[in-house]
């Protein structure tokens, strides 16, 4: 007999088994035994293809990813409205902060992901989206992404406007790299034009797993010492004064990431010193 994580999927409740997984992980997935509903825990519990099953709803459906959720959630915190935005989106992945945006009136969203192939099936087609895969954000500049666009215009037939620079909001969510690496490339300097407008916003997910050795981590990959997180707020709060961000506020995630960690983001606004200096 199949899994409860394959039936997830063969009767609709999931796109893909991961997605099933997450959804039993997450105490959704409920399953009907004699006159009882009972809340499944492990995807490798074994049922019949007809078992009766039921999925909770919850916010995160409102979102192709649970990405989706932190970022809404750190919008109504900062109070940012993004509407008629146009916005940089860094570490793209399936589209959860993409989608995000886009729900909340953003004008155009430009995604970035050093993978391919992530993307959410229902964002494919969006006209306001346009994603650069294989595309790594510590390297990304104006020039980079008019390449970009050149290539992509070159390759589809329907043509996206775009937009290379002056970015109305920038967010970020990363894996495997520290946020301290990529963003230096919010600097203006003589190679190229910046990538946001003066006075634009940055609002990116701070992933402590990512800003600390691996002795800091336990084998699951979880931060060990609690302490640990005030160093990592003050590695950001210093890279981000060093490239001409102005820190308005750093807040914890309102939800965990999968993998139990806290998270963090860092709100700041942009303002070019050489344009400060020229005033």
Known sequence: MPRIDHVLVTQGFAETRSHAQRLIADGRVSMNIGSDWQKISKPAYIVTDDALLEVAVSDTDKFVSRAGIKL????????LDVAGFRCLDLGTSTGGFADCLLQAGAAQVVGVDVGHGQLHASLTHETRLTV??????RYLDSDVLDDAWSDYNADHESKHEAVSHSFDLAVADLSFISLT???????????SQTLLSNSAHVLALVKPQFELTADDL???????????????????????AAHDLT????????????????????FAQYQAQALIDSK
């Open 72 to 79: 809404a959630g750190a919008l109504a915190h900062v109070d």
């Open 132 to 137: 650069f895969e294989n595309t790594n954000a």
């Open 181 to 191: 690496k990529v963003l230096p490339i919010f600097n203006m300097d003589s190679s």
């Open 218 to 240: 336990s084998k699951a990959g979880i931060v060990k010492d609690p302490a640990k997180y005030a160093e990592v707020q003050a590695s950001i709060l210093a890279a981000c």
């Open 247 to 266: 820190v308005l506020d750093y807040f914890a995630s309102p939800i965990t990431g999968t993998d139990g960690n806290h998270e963090f983001f860092v």
